[in-house]
Protein backbone atom coordinates (compact mmCIF):
# COMPACT_ATOMS: atom_id res chain seq x y z
CA UNK A 1 0.00 0.00 0.00
CA UNK A 2 1.19 3.32 -0.58
CA UNK A 3 1.31 6.91 0.56
CA UNK A 4 0.59 5.71 4.16
CA UNK A 5 0.49 8.66 6.90
CA UNK A 6 2.37 6.43 9.40
CA UNK A 7 4.88 6.91 12.25
CA UNK A 8 5.60 2.97 14.01
CA UNK A 9 6.78 3.40 17.48
CA UNK A 10 7.96 -0.30 17.75
CA UNK A 11 11.44 -0.88 19.25
CA UNK A 12 12.07 -1.66 22.60
CA UNK A 13 11.47 1.04 25.06
CA UNK A 14 15.45 1.85 25.94
CA UNK A 15 15.69 3.06 22.67
CA UNK A 16 13.54 5.05 22.74
CA UNK A 17 14.77 7.94 24.48
CA UNK A 18 11.97 8.57 26.34
CA UNK A 19 11.39 11.57 28.23
CA UNK A 20 8.86 10.89 31.40
CA UNK A 21 6.26 13.02 32.11
CA UNK A 22 4.95 11.63 35.27
CA UNK A 23 3.77 8.73 35.24
CA UNK A 24 3.91 9.08 31.59
CA UNK A 25 6.92 8.50 28.87
CA UNK A 26 6.91 9.95 25.61
CA UNK A 27 9.24 9.55 22.53
CA UNK A 28 11.87 11.79 22.53
CA UNK A 29 11.37 13.60 18.68
CA UNK A 30 8.32 12.66 17.15
CA UNK A 31 7.80 13.87 13.44
CA UNK A 32 4.84 14.59 12.47
CA UNK A 33 4.02 13.25 8.98
CA UNK A 34 1.64 13.66 6.62
CA UNK A 35 -0.16 11.43 3.30
CA UNK A 36 -2.96 11.05 1.21
CA UNK A 37 -4.38 7.62 1.63
CA UNK A 38 -7.55 6.94 3.90
CA UNK A 39 -8.44 4.60 6.35
CA UNK A 40 -9.84 0.99 4.53
CA UNK A 41 -10.70 -1.94 5.54
CA UNK A 42 -11.08 -1.23 9.16
CA UNK A 43 -13.43 -3.77 10.92
CA UNK A 44 -14.77 -2.49 13.90
CA UNK A 45 -14.62 -5.10 16.58
CA UNK A 46 -12.52 -3.50 19.51
CA UNK A 47 -9.49 -5.91 18.22
CA UNK A 48 -6.04 -4.01 17.32
CA UNK A 49 -5.16 -5.71 13.60
CA UNK A 50 -1.87 -3.93 12.29
CA UNK A 51 -3.21 -4.70 8.18
CA UNK A 52 -6.42 -2.87 9.25
CA UNK A 53 -4.63 0.06 11.16
CA UNK A 54 -1.98 0.16 8.04
CA UNK A 55 -3.38 3.72 6.50
CA UNK A 56 -3.35 5.59 9.79
CA UNK A 57 -1.58 8.95 10.01
CA UNK A 58 -0.22 8.07 13.27
CA UNK A 59 0.91 5.39 15.35
CA UNK A 60 2.26 6.26 18.86
CA UNK A 61 3.92 4.55 21.33
CA UNK A 62 3.88 5.89 24.99
CA UNK A 63 4.74 4.80 28.07
CA UNK A 64 2.89 4.26 31.32
CA UNK A 65 4.65 3.92 35.04
CA UNK A 66 1.14 2.55 36.50
CA UNK A 67 0.47 1.38 39.48
CA UNK A 68 1.66 -2.21 39.08
CA UNK A 69 1.98 -3.18 42.70
CA UNK A 70 -1.31 -2.25 43.55
CA UNK A 71 -3.12 -3.57 40.88
CA UNK A 72 -1.46 -6.90 39.40
CA UNK A 73 -1.15 -8.06 37.26
CA UNK A 74 -1.22 -3.83 35.17
CA UNK A 75 2.21 -3.75 34.47
CA UNK A 76 4.59 -0.77 33.36
CA UNK A 77 5.34 -0.06 29.82
CA UNK A 78 4.69 0.77 26.66
CA UNK A 79 1.61 1.84 24.99
CA UNK A 80 -0.12 2.19 21.26
CA UNK A 81 -2.42 5.15 19.85
CA UNK A 82 -3.69 5.10 16.14
CA UNK A 83 -4.79 7.78 14.62
CA UNK A 84 -6.64 7.60 10.84
CA UNK A 85 -8.93 9.68 9.11
CA UNK A 86 -11.63 8.38 6.06
CA UNK A 87 -13.52 11.28 4.41
CA UNK A 88 -16.19 11.03 6.91
CA UNK A 89 -14.98 9.83 10.16
CA UNK A 90 -11.89 10.29 12.26
CA UNK A 91 -10.55 6.37 13.96
CA UNK A 92 -8.57 5.97 17.34
CA UNK A 93 -7.27 3.22 18.08
CA UNK A 94 -6.04 2.49 21.71
CA UNK A 95 -3.85 -0.51 21.98
CA UNK A 96 -3.25 -0.67 25.94
CA UNK A 97 -0.97 -3.62 26.61
CA UNK A 98 -0.16 -2.71 30.68
CA UNK A 99 -3.66 -3.23 31.25
CA UNK A 100 -3.88 -6.83 31.55
CA UNK A 101 -7.41 -7.43 32.98
CA UNK A 102 -10.74 -8.18 31.07
CA UNK A 103 -13.09 -6.70 34.25
CA UNK A 104 -14.81 -3.89 33.01
CA UNK A 105 -16.27 -3.12 36.59
CA UNK A 106 -16.20 0.70 36.97
CA UNK A 107 -13.92 0.88 33.57
CA UNK A 108 -14.40 4.07 31.48
CA UNK A 109 -12.54 5.97 28.46
CA UNK A 110 -11.96 9.39 27.75
CA UNK A 111 -10.73 11.43 24.40
CA UNK A 112 -10.68 15.02 24.26
CA UNK A 113 -9.58 17.20 21.16
CA UNK A 114 -8.68 20.37 20.36
CA UNK A 115 -9.96 20.42 16.25
CA UNK A 116 -8.78 23.64 15.09
CA UNK A 117 -5.97 24.30 17.01
CA UNK A 118 -7.95 26.46 19.71
CA UNK A 119 -5.68 28.23 22.71
CA UNK A 120 -7.97 28.14 25.89
CA UNK A 121 -6.85 27.73 29.81
CA UNK A 122 -8.83 27.83 32.04
CA UNK A 123 -12.67 25.46 31.90
CA UNK A 124 -14.85 28.43 31.07
CA UNK A 125 -12.73 28.90 28.11
CA UNK A 126 -12.62 25.27 27.46
CA UNK A 127 -16.65 25.10 27.54
CA UNK A 128 -16.94 27.87 25.50
CA UNK A 129 -15.17 26.49 22.45
CA UNK A 130 -17.50 23.31 22.85
CA UNK A 131 -18.80 21.75 19.23
CA UNK A 132 -16.24 24.88 18.17
CA UNK A 133 -12.89 23.57 18.38
CA UNK A 134 -13.25 21.60 21.35
CA UNK A 135 -14.49 18.39 21.58
CA UNK A 136 -15.20 15.44 24.33
CA UNK A 137 -16.00 11.84 24.22
CA UNK A 138 -16.46 9.88 27.83
CA UNK A 139 -17.62 6.56 27.31
CA UNK A 140 -18.92 4.59 30.69
CA UNK A 141 -17.70 0.87 29.39
CA UNK A 142 -19.24 -0.70 31.92
CA UNK A 143 -22.85 0.74 30.98
CA UNK A 144 -22.21 1.05 27.45
CA UNK A 145 -23.12 4.71 27.60
CA UNK A 146 -21.95 8.07 27.24
CA UNK A 147 -21.14 8.79 30.75
CA UNK A 148 -23.59 10.91 32.50
CA UNK A 149 -23.13 14.13 33.82
CA UNK A 150 -24.48 14.09 37.00
CA UNK A 151 -24.84 11.37 39.98
CA UNK A 152 -27.90 10.11 42.32
CA UNK A 153 -26.36 12.41 45.22
CA UNK A 154 -26.88 15.86 45.34
CA UNK A 155 -24.61 18.87 46.54
CA UNK A 156 -24.45 22.51 47.27
CA UNK A 157 -23.75 25.41 48.90
CA UNK A 158 -24.17 29.22 50.20
CA UNK A 159 -23.25 32.36 49.27
CA UNK A 160 -25.07 33.16 46.73
CA UNK A 161 -26.88 36.45 46.27
CA UNK A 162 -29.46 38.58 44.19
CA UNK A 163 -27.56 39.34 41.30
CA UNK A 164 -29.69 42.42 39.74
CA UNK A 165 -32.64 45.38 40.44
CA UNK A 166 -34.19 43.13 38.05
CA UNK A 167 -34.50 40.50 40.27
CA UNK A 168 -36.87 41.95 42.97
CA UNK A 169 -40.09 44.86 42.66
CA UNK A 170 -41.72 46.40 45.16
CA UNK A 171 -45.53 46.15 44.64
CA UNK A 172 -46.34 47.81 48.27
CA UNK A 173 -44.12 50.44 49.80
CA UNK A 174 -40.68 51.67 48.59
CA UNK A 175 -36.88 50.43 48.59
CA UNK A 176 -33.99 51.90 49.95
CA UNK A 177 -30.93 50.72 48.39
CA UNK A 178 -30.02 48.31 45.94
CA UNK A 179 -29.39 44.23 45.34
CA UNK A 180 -25.48 44.92 46.16
CA UNK A 181 -26.84 45.71 50.20
CA UNK A 182 -28.13 42.19 50.07
CA UNK A 183 -24.57 40.46 50.29
CA UNK A 184 -22.77 39.75 53.26
CA UNK A 185 -19.49 41.77 52.64
CA UNK A 186 -20.87 43.69 56.28
CA UNK A 187 -20.53 47.17 57.25
CA UNK A 188 -22.94 48.42 54.06
CA UNK A 189 -26.51 49.43 55.14
CA UNK A 190 -29.36 47.82 55.21
CA UNK A 191 -31.48 46.88 52.75
CA UNK A 192 -34.54 48.64 53.99
CA UNK A 193 -38.62 48.27 52.75
CA UNK A 194 -40.83 50.94 54.22
CA UNK A 195 -44.80 49.98 53.96
CA UNK A 196 -47.13 52.18 52.80
CA UNK A 197 -50.99 52.17 53.41
CA UNK A 198 -53.28 49.32 52.61
CA UNK A 199 -56.62 49.44 53.14
CA UNK A 200 -56.99 50.05 57.43
CA UNK A 201 -53.35 49.25 57.85
CA UNK A 202 -49.95 49.68 56.33
CA UNK A 203 -48.29 46.52 54.45
CA UNK A 204 -45.20 45.94 52.65
CA UNK A 205 -44.96 43.45 49.32
CA UNK A 206 -42.05 42.64 47.94
CA UNK A 207 -41.65 40.41 44.94
CA UNK A 208 -38.39 38.23 43.86
CA UNK A 209 -38.25 36.45 40.21
CA UNK A 210 -34.63 34.95 40.36
CA UNK A 211 -33.45 33.09 37.56
CA UNK A 212 -31.36 29.87 38.93
CA UNK A 213 -29.41 29.88 35.60
CA UNK A 214 -27.42 33.28 36.36
CA UNK A 215 -25.36 31.65 38.82
CA UNK A 216 -24.06 28.91 36.73
CA UNK A 217 -20.72 29.75 35.19
CA UNK A 218 -21.64 27.23 32.07
CA UNK A 219 -23.37 24.34 30.96
CA UNK A 220 -26.32 26.84 32.32
CA UNK A 221 -29.66 24.71 31.52
CA UNK A 222 -27.85 21.78 32.47
CA UNK A 223 -27.41 22.91 35.73
CA UNK A 224 -30.90 24.26 36.47
CA UNK A 225 -32.29 21.31 35.04
CA UNK A 226 -30.35 18.97 37.88
CA UNK A 227 -31.10 21.39 40.74
CA UNK A 228 -32.77 19.59 43.28
CA UNK A 229 -33.59 22.47 45.84
CA UNK A 230 -32.49 25.89 47.00
CA UNK A 231 -32.16 26.86 50.59
CA UNK A 232 -33.07 30.42 51.06
CA UNK A 233 -31.46 32.48 54.05
CA UNK A 234 -32.76 35.84 55.07
CA UNK A 235 -31.11 37.96 58.04
CA UNK A 236 -33.15 40.89 58.83
CA UNK A 237 -34.47 42.54 61.30
CA UNK A 238 -37.65 45.44 61.77
CA UNK A 239 -38.03 49.09 63.18
CA UNK A 240 -40.44 47.80 65.17
CA UNK A 241 -42.74 44.82 66.32
CA UNK A 242 -45.20 44.08 63.65
CA UNK A 243 -48.57 41.44 62.97
CA UNK A 244 -47.20 39.26 60.61
CA UNK A 245 -43.86 39.30 58.31
CA UNK A 246 -44.17 35.88 56.02
CA UNK A 247 -42.43 35.05 52.73
CA UNK A 248 -44.51 32.96 49.97
CA UNK A 249 -42.96 30.65 47.45
CA UNK A 250 -45.04 30.39 44.28
CA UNK A 251 -46.13 27.80 42.16
CA UNK A 252 -44.63 26.56 39.16
CA UNK A 253 -47.31 27.80 36.95
CA UNK A 254 -46.12 31.39 38.06
CA UNK A 255 -49.13 32.38 40.92
CA UNK A 256 -49.37 32.22 44.65
CA UNK A 257 -51.37 31.50 47.37
CA UNK A 258 -50.71 33.31 50.37
CA UNK A 259 -52.86 31.03 52.48
CA UNK A 260 -51.80 26.98 51.22
CA UNK A 261 -49.63 26.93 54.38
CA UNK A 262 -47.37 24.55 52.45
CA UNK A 263 -45.98 27.60 50.47
CA UNK A 264 -45.68 29.93 53.42
CA UNK A 265 -43.14 30.97 55.84
CA UNK A 266 -42.74 33.24 59.05
CA UNK A 267 -40.31 35.59 59.01
CA UNK A 268 -38.95 37.47 61.86
CA UNK A 269 -41.51 40.22 63.05
CA UNK A 270 -39.45 41.67 66.00
CA UNK A 271 -36.41 44.50 66.25
CA UNK A 272 -33.54 41.93 66.81
CA UNK A 273 -31.68 40.61 63.88
CA UNK A 274 -32.43 36.82 63.40
CA UNK A 275 -31.98 34.46 60.66
CA UNK A 276 -35.02 32.95 58.60
CA UNK A 277 -34.63 29.86 56.54
CA UNK A 278 -37.08 28.35 53.84
CA UNK A 279 -36.47 25.65 51.30
CA UNK A 280 -37.21 26.09 47.59
CA UNK A 281 -37.80 22.07 45.88
CA UNK A 282 -37.52 21.82 42.35
CA UNK A 283 -41.53 21.64 41.82
CA UNK A 284 -41.77 25.27 42.77
CA UNK A 285 -39.28 26.27 39.80
CA UNK A 286 -41.30 27.86 36.48
CA UNK A 287 -40.56 26.01 33.54
CA UNK A 288 -37.73 28.59 32.23
CA UNK A 289 -35.60 27.63 35.74
CA UNK A 290 -37.21 30.67 37.74
CA UNK A 291 -37.28 30.51 41.32
CA UNK A 292 -40.59 33.46 42.75
CA UNK A 293 -41.69 33.81 46.11
CA UNK A 294 -42.52 37.18 47.39
CA UNK A 295 -41.93 39.19 51.36
CA UNK A 296 -45.45 40.32 52.55
CA UNK A 297 -45.76 42.28 55.88
CA UNK A 298 -48.86 43.67 57.78
CA UNK A 299 -49.31 46.24 60.74
CA UNK A 300 -51.66 48.66 61.67
CA UNK A 301 -48.81 51.46 61.67
CA UNK A 302 -45.81 52.06 59.67
CA UNK A 303 -43.07 50.03 59.89
CA UNK A 304 -39.94 49.07 57.95
CA UNK A 305 -38.19 46.08 57.35
CA UNK A 306 -34.25 46.13 57.08
CA UNK A 307 -32.78 43.12 56.18
CA UNK A 308 -28.64 42.36 56.33
CA UNK A 309 -28.43 39.67 53.78
CA UNK A 310 -30.52 37.40 51.72
CA UNK A 311 -28.73 34.47 50.45
CA UNK A 312 -29.11 31.09 49.26
CA UNK A 313 -27.21 27.59 48.42
CA UNK A 314 -28.02 25.96 44.80
CA UNK A 315 -28.15 22.22 45.55
CA UNK A 316 -27.44 20.51 42.40
CA UNK A 317 -27.00 16.64 41.46
CA UNK A 318 -23.17 15.79 42.09
CA UNK A 319 -20.99 16.10 39.23
CA UNK A 320 -19.80 12.75 38.00
CA UNK A 321 -15.77 13.65 38.50
CA UNK A 322 -14.94 10.04 38.79
CA UNK A 323 -12.48 10.95 41.85
CA UNK A 324 -11.52 14.75 40.31
CA UNK A 325 -9.94 12.31 37.43
CA UNK A 326 -10.80 15.08 35.00
CA UNK A 327 -12.27 18.52 35.33
CA UNK A 328 -15.51 18.04 33.59
CA UNK A 329 -17.28 15.66 32.58
CA UNK A 330 -19.58 16.62 29.88
CA UNK A 331 -19.50 14.74 26.43
CA UNK A 332 -20.12 17.03 23.34
CA UNK A 333 -19.61 13.89 20.54
CA UNK A 334 -22.78 11.99 21.18
CA UNK A 335 -22.64 9.79 17.50
CA UNK A 336 -19.85 7.75 17.61
CA UNK A 337 -19.00 4.40 17.61
CA UNK A 338 -16.77 2.05 20.36
CA UNK A 339 -15.51 -0.96 20.86
CA UNK A 340 -13.76 -3.04 23.11
CA UNK A 341 -11.62 -6.23 23.17
CA UNK A 342 -9.37 -8.41 25.01
CA UNK A 343 -6.61 -10.29 23.99
CA UNK A 344 -3.22 -10.26 22.02
CA UNK A 345 -2.15 -8.00 19.38
CA UNK A 346 0.16 -7.40 16.72
CA UNK A 347 2.50 -5.11 19.57
CA UNK A 348 2.02 -7.45 22.63
CA UNK A 349 1.25 -11.52 22.32
CA UNK A 350 -0.11 -11.28 25.57
CA UNK A 351 -3.83 -10.55 26.49
CA UNK A 352 -4.85 -6.70 27.24
CA UNK A 353 -7.32 -4.30 26.62
CA UNK A 354 -7.95 -2.53 23.02
CA UNK A 355 -10.19 0.04 22.33
CA UNK A 356 -11.19 1.24 18.44
CA UNK A 357 -13.41 4.22 18.02
CA UNK A 358 -15.01 5.92 15.06
CA UNK A 359 -15.88 9.38 15.34
CA UNK A 360 -18.01 10.93 12.44
CA UNK A 361 -16.67 13.97 11.42
CA UNK A 362 -19.90 15.66 11.50
CA UNK A 363 -19.49 15.58 14.90
CA UNK A 364 -16.76 17.67 14.86
CA UNK A 365 -17.78 21.45 13.79
CA UNK A 366 -15.34 23.34 12.44
CA UNK A 367 -13.10 19.69 12.03
CA UNK A 368 -10.31 21.56 9.64
CA UNK A 369 -8.41 18.56 7.99
CA UNK A 370 -5.36 20.93 7.35
CA UNK A 371 -4.64 21.99 10.98
CA UNK A 372 -2.82 19.70 13.34
CA UNK A 373 -5.09 17.42 15.65
CA UNK A 374 -4.73 17.95 19.61
CA UNK A 375 -5.87 14.99 21.53
CA UNK A 376 -5.78 13.84 24.93
CA UNK A 377 -6.57 10.59 26.08
CA UNK A 378 -7.54 8.92 29.38
CA UNK A 379 -9.49 6.03 31.47
CA UNK A 380 -9.85 3.55 34.17
CA UNK A 381 -10.03 -0.08 33.79
CA UNK A 382 -8.12 -1.36 36.99
CA UNK A 383 -4.76 0.10 35.21
CA UNK A 384 -4.30 3.54 37.22
CA UNK A 385 -1.57 5.57 37.57
CA UNK A 386 0.01 5.34 41.91
CA UNK A 387 -2.42 6.95 44.07
CA UNK A 388 -5.07 7.90 41.44
CA UNK A 389 -7.69 5.96 39.53
CA UNK A 390 -6.96 6.83 36.55
CA UNK A 391 -4.44 6.79 33.73
CA UNK A 392 -3.58 9.55 31.27
CA UNK A 393 -1.90 10.10 28.02
CA UNK A 394 -1.15 13.95 27.94
CA UNK A 395 1.42 17.02 28.45
CA UNK A 396 0.24 17.65 31.82
CA UNK A 397 2.45 15.18 34.25
CA UNK A 398 0.07 12.20 35.01
CA UNK A 399 -3.32 14.10 34.85
CA UNK A 400 -5.81 14.99 32.54
CA UNK A 401 -6.58 18.90 32.33
CA UNK A 402 -8.07 19.79 29.12
CA UNK A 403 -9.23 22.63 29.85
CA UNK A 404 -5.78 23.85 28.81
CA UNK A 405 -4.78 23.57 25.47
CA UNK A 406 -1.30 23.29 25.91
CA UNK A 407 -1.98 19.91 27.46
CA UNK A 408 -2.79 18.23 23.99
CA UNK A 409 -0.84 16.41 22.12
CA UNK A 410 -0.80 17.65 18.50
CA UNK A 411 -0.49 15.73 15.41
CA UNK A 412 -0.40 16.58 11.92
CA UNK A 413 -3.66 15.49 9.50
CA UNK A 414 -3.23 17.53 6.71
CA UNK A 415 -3.00 15.68 3.31
CA UNK A 416 -5.46 13.48 3.15
CA UNK A 417 -7.19 12.88 -0.66
CA UNK A 418 -10.03 11.18 -1.35
CA UNK A 419 -10.91 8.91 -4.58
CA UNK A 420 -13.40 10.52 -6.67
CA UNK A 421 -15.45 7.45 -7.02
CA UNK A 422 -18.50 9.34 -9.24
CA UNK A 423 -18.53 8.64 -12.57
CA UNK A 424 -18.80 11.33 -15.27
CA UNK A 425 -22.50 11.82 -16.14
CA UNK A 426 -23.67 12.42 -20.30
CA UNK A 427 -26.29 15.43 -19.80
CA UNK A 428 -27.03 15.25 -23.68
CA UNK A 429 -27.07 12.48 -26.02
CA UNK A 430 -28.52 11.98 -29.78
CA UNK A 431 -30.75 9.74 -30.58
CA UNK A 432 -30.31 6.80 -33.21
CA UNK A 433 -30.18 8.52 -36.82
CA UNK A 434 -31.62 7.36 -39.62
CA UNK A 435 -30.17 8.25 -43.05
CA UNK A 436 -30.22 7.19 -46.94
CA UNK A 437 -27.86 6.06 -49.11
CA UNK A 438 -25.36 8.69 -50.28
CA UNK A 439 -25.90 10.75 -47.41
CA UNK A 440 -23.55 13.50 -46.68
CA UNK A 441 -22.23 16.08 -43.58
CA UNK A 442 -24.36 13.77 -41.15
CA UNK A 443 -22.37 13.93 -37.49
CA UNK A 444 -23.16 13.05 -33.50
CA UNK A 445 -22.82 15.10 -30.26
CA UNK A 446 -22.56 14.56 -26.72
CA UNK A 447 -21.98 16.43 -23.31
CA UNK A 448 -20.70 15.67 -20.30
CA UNK A 449 -20.04 16.96 -17.12
CA UNK A 450 -17.18 15.72 -14.21
CA UNK A 451 -15.01 17.93 -11.46
CA UNK A 452 -11.80 16.15 -13.56
CA UNK A 453 -12.56 15.46 -16.95
CA UNK A 454 -9.99 12.94 -18.51
CA UNK A 455 -10.57 11.64 -21.77
CA UNK A 456 -13.14 10.54 -24.02
CA UNK A 457 -13.20 7.58 -27.14
CA UNK A 458 -15.55 6.62 -29.90
CA UNK A 459 -15.66 3.38 -30.52
CA UNK A 460 -17.12 2.20 -33.98
CA UNK A 461 -18.35 -1.95 -33.24
CA UNK A 462 -16.92 -3.99 -35.49
CA UNK A 463 -14.13 -1.22 -36.40
CA UNK A 464 -12.54 -0.56 -32.94
CA UNK A 465 -11.71 3.05 -31.56
CA UNK A 466 -12.77 5.88 -34.39
CA UNK A 467 -11.72 8.46 -32.68
CA UNK A 468 -9.57 9.28 -28.97
CA UNK A 469 -8.59 8.76 -26.46
CA UNK A 470 -9.26 12.63 -26.21
CA UNK A 471 -9.39 15.38 -23.72
CA UNK A 472 -12.80 16.72 -23.31
CA UNK A 473 -14.33 19.51 -20.79
CA UNK A 474 -16.86 19.13 -18.47
CA UNK A 475 -20.01 20.96 -20.38
CA UNK A 476 -18.30 21.43 -23.57
CA UNK A 477 -20.30 19.84 -26.17
CA UNK A 478 -18.03 17.05 -28.39
CA UNK A 479 -18.80 16.44 -31.91
CA UNK A 480 -17.89 13.75 -34.42
CA UNK A 481 -18.19 13.81 -38.27
CA UNK A 482 -19.85 10.47 -39.31
CA UNK A 483 -17.98 9.34 -42.26
CA UNK A 484 -19.90 9.59 -45.87
CA UNK A 485 -19.60 6.27 -47.21
CA UNK A 486 -21.00 4.08 -45.06
CA UNK A 487 -23.30 1.31 -46.99
CA UNK A 488 -26.65 0.18 -46.54
CA UNK A 489 -26.96 -1.19 -42.99
CA UNK A 490 -26.76 -0.55 -39.32
CA UNK A 491 -23.15 1.32 -37.61
CA UNK A 492 -22.93 1.08 -33.84
CA UNK A 493 -21.20 4.09 -32.32
CA UNK A 494 -20.22 3.84 -28.34
CA UNK A 495 -19.05 7.20 -26.80
CA UNK A 496 -17.09 6.81 -23.12
CA UNK A 497 -16.48 9.43 -21.48
CA UNK A 498 -13.40 8.73 -18.40
CA UNK A 499 -12.21 11.53 -15.44
CA UNK A 500 -8.78 11.79 -14.14
CA UNK A 501 -9.98 8.63 -11.21
CA UNK A 502 -10.55 6.25 -14.09
CA UNK A 503 -14.77 6.15 -13.62
CA UNK A 504 -16.25 6.21 -16.97
CA UNK A 505 -19.83 6.09 -18.71
CA UNK A 506 -20.39 5.26 -21.85
CA UNK A 507 -23.36 5.79 -24.27
CA UNK A 508 -24.24 3.84 -27.58
CA UNK A 509 -26.11 5.81 -30.51
CA UNK A 510 -27.05 3.50 -34.12
CA UNK A 511 -26.38 4.96 -37.61
CA UNK A 512 -28.76 3.15 -39.79
CA UNK A 513 -28.28 3.70 -43.84
CA UNK A 514 -31.28 3.29 -46.06
CA UNK A 515 -31.75 2.80 -49.74
CA UNK A 516 -32.15 5.23 -52.10
CA UNK A 517 -35.78 5.93 -52.97
CA UNK A 518 -34.75 9.39 -55.55
CA UNK A 519 -31.98 9.67 -58.67
CA UNK A 520 -29.25 12.13 -58.68
CA UNK A 521 -30.58 16.13 -58.48
CA UNK A 522 -33.22 14.70 -56.08
CA UNK A 523 -36.11 14.16 -58.91
CA UNK A 524 -38.27 11.12 -58.05
CA UNK A 525 -39.56 9.33 -61.53
CA UNK A 526 -43.02 8.32 -60.28
CA UNK A 527 -43.44 12.33 -59.81
CA UNK A 528 -41.46 13.51 -63.44
CA UNK A 529 -44.27 10.59 -65.35
CA UNK A 530 -47.01 11.61 -63.13
CA UNK A 531 -46.50 15.71 -64.19
CA UNK A 532 -45.73 14.26 -68.34
CA UNK A 533 -48.81 12.60 -67.88
CA UNK A 534 -50.79 15.90 -66.86
CA UNK A 535 -49.01 17.76 -69.49
CA UNK A 536 -49.87 15.83 -72.24
CA UNK A 537 -53.67 15.35 -70.76
CA UNK A 538 -53.67 19.28 -70.89
CA UNK A 539 -52.32 19.49 -74.38
CA UNK A 540 -55.23 17.08 -75.52
CA UNK A 541 -58.01 18.81 -74.00
CA UNK A 542 -57.25 22.09 -75.42
CA UNK A 543 -56.31 20.09 -78.82
CA UNK A 544 -59.98 19.20 -78.84
CA UNK A 545 -61.34 22.25 -76.99
CA UNK A 546 -59.88 23.96 -80.20
CA UNK A 547 -61.02 21.09 -82.33
CA UNK A 548 -64.65 21.66 -81.10
CA UNK A 549 -64.50 25.23 -81.41
CA UNK A 550 -63.53 25.45 -84.78
CA UNK A 551 -66.06 22.78 -86.20
CA UNK A 552 -68.64 24.85 -84.65
CA UNK A 553 -67.28 27.74 -86.21
CA UNK A 554 -67.71 25.91 -89.61
CA UNK A 555 -71.22 25.11 -88.76
CA UNK A 556 -72.23 28.71 -87.79
CA UNK A 557 -70.56 29.97 -91.67
CA UNK A 558 -72.41 27.25 -93.27
CA UNK A 559 -75.90 28.15 -91.90
CA UNK A 560 -74.98 32.00 -92.88
CA UNK A 561 -77.31 32.36 -96.31
Known sequence: MVNKKLVSIVVPAILLNLIFIGG????????????????????????????????????VGFYLDIDDVGNPPDTDGMNYMYLGEDENNIYLGLDLLSDKTGEITGEWVGVWLNTINRTFSDTLEW????????????????????MPYFLNGSAGGSGYFPNSDDQFTAIHGSIEGNYVL???????????????????????????????QDYFQYFKELYANATVKVGLQTYGKVNTTITDNELTLWYINGTMNVDDPLQTFSLNTGTSLAFDDETFYAGNFTSDHKMQFSIIANHSSPFKIQLRHMNFGIFTLEVNGKGSAYINPYSSIRNYQIEWGFGPSFNNASDHRMYEIKIPKNELEHYDPDAVLGIIIGGYGTMTFVDNNYW???????????????????????????????????????????VELGYTGQNLSWTATDSHP???????????????????????????????????????????????????????????????????????????LFLIF??????????????????????INNDTP
Open 24 to 59: VGYGAVIPKMSGTTPMTGIVMDGIIEEDEWSDADWK
Open 127 to 146: VNYLNNGTESLIHDVENDVS
Open 182 to 212: LDQSGGQPDFNITSAPYNLDHRVQVDFSIDI
Open 534 to 555: IGFDVICLIFIKKRQIFQKSRK
Open 392 to 434: AFSQFNNSIRQQRSENYWYYNMSGLIIPDTINPAIISTPSDLT
Open 454 to 528: NTYTIELQGSGIVEGPTAWTSGVPIIYNIPDDFAVGTNTYNVTFTDESGNSLSDTVNVIVIESTGTAGGSIPFGN
